[in-house]
């Protein structure tokens, strides 16, 4: 490991420091003319003479000499390098972002250590009956522990580690790291402090114990277990070893299948656990309201991931149809209809092409022989990927900031402290969450853990639309719930109407307005 890094640092660092001197012709500084008495004449102390080279400069040259081009070190950039950076760009993701839920999880996690795990919601004033099935349960209690030992600095860095161990589980052993880079760089968008880590982390567990065999696969209904009550996501794992099954034609994998499916019953739940992820998968609503739900975005790297594993699928598998069945196809297919499911092809297709260049035996010598008769268009593919990995990161950390609050109204919270409202709060459904968090004492109106509920064949998440439209809607809820408080996005229709009816705005911050009922 050692080695590859030096020579990795040799080609892509010294040369190109030491190269620039050689760009400068033979200018060499003579020690013999360039005493600490002729300095005043800068130009008589340069020679043209490339024997006069110090001794340093040669020895320089002679270090940087590699037998392969540049590219074939950039392509296969160490792993060791490959993985700091991967861990760098989640740590910077996970501590410069504010997950818009990350406040609720939190505060349901403080809320179980202290008094158990709710049967009812217990956040806001609107589903006070609502029978909450918490999937996330056990996450919630795991981060709110950590958080009262080393507050958000050491959960992103706990996360952060978590989508690194992920990528590395399913990679560690890819010839051609690069690959993983551009990988991370789409999955990096996704990532942050957030439950669904859990799951991408526990595929990666189990994509690792069903491409081993024997006692590895008894492992399997444990992590189903801890898997089934830290986050609805486990129903993935459970598709992915009946795929297993299917695939192997193994009676071994369908007894591990059949005692998985038991032991996720093992919940606070029961089968509960179940009605929850049924009611989200079914949602159609989602697609239209949330924006992790939407439809797949096209970006570039995106694109660039789909097509190098659409390219090694065409090329390795036969017959044609062979190359399109396969799990990763099922995510692909998902993706399209809920961008939430490409991180999670991402890492199924990373650890296919991962197995798939191992076996292909692609190493530095092979790759410089192979390629050599296009060493110009490779080049220009390596900057195209340099370009694509740069796009992906751009994207992924333009709203990071030093302080992840920062883009949070804290001045409208300041102010519901110092001056409370006399009555309900309605609030935006995007800063529910963080209301929770900071506001602990003052119930909401929608948070995200609401898109799917229903009340009397209605859902929550319909309503709080209706409200924004509808003014008979608004003025029916105001009076139900006795509303007098009101944190909107500033340029809404609702905070403009309020305004038209007599509502006084008290502060907007950050995007958001606080509106009172009567005079301020």
Not at 165 to 176: C, D, G, I, Q, T
Not at 441 to 455: C, F, K, L, Q
Request: net charge positive; with cysteine.
């Amino acid at each position: 490991m050692y080695g590859e890094v030096t020579e990795w640092f040799k080609v892509t660092v010294l040369k190109t420091v030491v190269g620039q001197l050689t760009a400068s012709s033979n200018l060499a500084l003579s020690a013999k003319k360039c005493g600490p008495k002729k300095m005043k004449g800068l130009f008589s102390c340069l020679k043209l003479a490339h024997t006069d080279l110090p001794s340093w400069y040669s020895g320089g040259m002679a270090l940087v000499k590699s037998k392969y081009a540049w590219w074939v070190h950039f392509l296969f950039t160490p792993h060791v390098v490959v993985y700091t950076l991967v861990f760098i760009l989640f740590l910077i993701k996970a501590l410069g972002t504010l997950d818009p839920d990350f406040g609720w999880h939190l505060q349901s996690g403080r809320y179980i250590l202290e008094h158990g795990i709710p049967t009812h919601d217990i956040f806001t004033y609107t589903a006070r009956d609502f029978p909450w099935i918490h999937h996330e349960w056990l996450a919630d209690v795991l981060s709110a522990s950590i958080y009262q030992v080393g507050g958000y600095w050491l959960l992103g860095f706990v996360f952060a580690s978590l989508w690194t161990a992920s990528v590395w589980l399913v990679s560690r052993k890819n010839p051609l790291p690069i690959v993983t880079l551009i990988s991370t760089c789409v999955m990096l968008s996704f990532s942050g402090v957030r439950a669904m880590t859990w799951t991408v982390f526990f595929c990666a567990i189990l994509y690792i114990l069903l491409h081993r065999r024997g006692r590895a696969w008894w492992w399997i209904p444990l992590l189903m277990l801890f898997w089934a009550n830290m986050h609805g996501g486990f129903v993935l794992g459970l598709a992915y070893i009946v795929w297993k099954s299917f695939k192997e034609h193994s009676f071994i994998i369908a007894g591990v299948m059949i005692a998985s499916v038991l032991v996720t019953f093992i919940t606070p739940y029961g089968p509960g656990m179940y009605l929850e992820v049924w009611r989200t998968l079914v949602d159609s609503d989602l697609h239209t309201n949330i924006q992790e739900w939407s439809s797949f975005a096209l970006t570039i790297p995106a694109i660039t991931v789909v097509g190098i594993w659409v390219g090694v699928r065409a090329m390795t598998v036969s017959p044609w149809w062979r190359a399109i069945v396969s799990f990763e196809t099922l995510l692909l297919i998902a993706s399209f209809s809920s961008i939430r499911s490409l991180p999670l092809f991402c890492l199924f297709a990373l650890g296919w092409l991962s197995i798939t260049f191992k076996k292909m035996k692609i190493n530095r010598s092979a790759a410089s022989k192979l390629l050599r008769p296009i060493n110009g268009l490779i080049s220009i593919v390596a900057v195209v990927f340099v370009l694509v990995m740069a796009t992906g990161v751009y994207d992924a950390l333009k709203g990071v900031k030093v302080d992840p609050e920062s883009s949070q109204p804290q001045k409208i919270i300041q102010a519901l402290r110092d001056r409370p409202c006399e009555g309900a709060v309605f609030n935006s459904y995007n800063i529910g969450g963080y209301f929770i968090w900071k506001l602990p004492n003052t119930p909401v109106y929608i948070d995200g853990r609401m898109p799917s509920w229903e009340y009397d064949g209605k859902k929550y998440m319909n309503i709080y639309k209706d409200v924004l439209t509808n003014s008979n809607v608004q003025k029916r809820e105001f009076s139900v719930h006795n509303i007098k408080c009101v944190v909107m996005e500033e340029r809404s229709d609702i905070i403009k109407c309020l305004q038209h009816d007599g509502w006084r705005h008290e502060i907007t911050d950050r995007g958001y307005t606080l509106s009172r009922r009567g005079a301020v």
